[in-house]
T-cell receptor
């Protein structure tokens, strides 16, 4: 079945540091890929998405590129802020798996210190 | 309106109580979802409604009873819950069965069963 593997957290960074959160996936078909963010005490928000190979999703300074050859969708940001502290979930939605329900990774907690 | 609104935000209930969680969206989304999220875990799918009909029940115990009165509203009726049912309950919606559009999540109801 489909699965998403994320790096284990927490990831702890100083403000203005470079961020990478790794995400790899396995899927039966050709999935769409997503990053969701969950701030403390809130629901999940769609951060960015990519629907085909080599697409780059971007939003709020975050970006991720759909790499089919390495089955990866790593999240990056050039300069993190304290306000980016949250849990980040990588997810896929596979059209050929018989269901459009997304498969979520375990989540990676990001802590940014001033 | 691009939001999913959930009420109440917090709920404490005894094991013999009956309560309901409510979810509302006015984006014209025809698929709506209930998820359960435990601390430091990804959300777990409970139910999916598509065009106001229950299409997926992920083997959820009968003490959880979903209802979709119309295309904008989704309820989750709770009865005889157990302490282990304490969690964040998230509602989400999406554009029909379009896997590329991503989900819009509500902020959730924090449920504590005592």
């Amino acid at each position: 079945g489909d699965s998403v593997t994320q790096m284990e957290g927490p990831v702890t960074l100083s403000e203005e540091a470079f961020l990478t959160i790794n995400c790899t996936y396995t899927a039966t078909g050709y999935p769409s890929l997503f990053w969701y963010v969950q701030y403390p005490g809130e629901g999940l928000q769609l951060l960015l998405k990519a629907t085909k190979a080599d697409d780059k999703g971007s939003n709020k300074g975050f970006e991720a590129t759909y790499r089919k050859e390495t089955t990866s969708f790593h999240l990056e940001k050039g300069s993190v802020q304290v306000s980016d502290s949250a849990v980040y979930f990588c997810a896929l939605s596979d059209q050929e798996g018989g269901s459009y329900i997304p498969t979520f990774g375990r989540g990676t907690s990001l802590i940014v210190h001033p | 309106d691009t939001e999913v609104t959930q009420t109440p935000k917090h709920l404490v209930m005894g094991m013999t109580n009956k309560k309901s969680l409510k979810c509302e969206q006015h984006m014209g989304h025809r698929a709506m979802y209930w998820y359960k999220q435990k601390a430091k875990k990804p959300p777990e799918l409970m139910f999916v409604y598509s065009y106001e009909k229950l299409s997926i029940n992920e083997s959820v115990p009968s003490r959880f009873s979903p209802e979709c009165p119309n295309s904008s509203l989704l309820n989750l009726h709770l009865h005889a819950l157990q302490p282990e049912d304490s969690a964040l309950y998230l509602c989400a919606s999406s554009q029909d069965w379009d896997p590329d559009s991503g989900y819009t999540f509500g902020s959730g109801t924090r449920l504590t069963v005592v």
